[in-house]
């Protein structure tokens, strides 16, 4: 996969996350996740991908994980009272 993958595949190898199975049929796996995340908010989504960001990010009180330079980041919580 590359150096650029290297973290993301350590994470999902990593046997410390539970991993869920889709009850979806054919179905596009942002479209999964969103689904899953609007019915029970307390998961912490980890993508890099831009796009599931943004639909996340519109989903009040869902953290999102990602990896930057890397290190992992997580964004504060969308309707979380900044200090």
């Not at 994470?11 to 539970?18: G, H, L, P, T, V």
């Not at 999102?64 to 979380?80: C, F, N, Q, T």
Request: hydrophobic residues 35%.
């Amino acid at each position: 996969m590359g150096q650029k993958f290297r973290i993301a595949l350590q994470i999902a190898r990593d046997e410390r996350w539970e991993r869920l199975k889709c009850n979806h049929k054919g179905t596009y796996a942002d479209d999964c996740l969103t689904d899953r995340v609007l019915r029970h908010k307390v998961y912490i989504v980890a993508t890099n991908d831009r796009d599931l960001k943004r639909r996340i990010r519109k989903i009040p009180g869902v953290p999102i994980m990602s990896v930057a330079r890397g290190k992992y980041v997580i964004e504060r919580l969308p309707d979380a009272p900044e200090k």
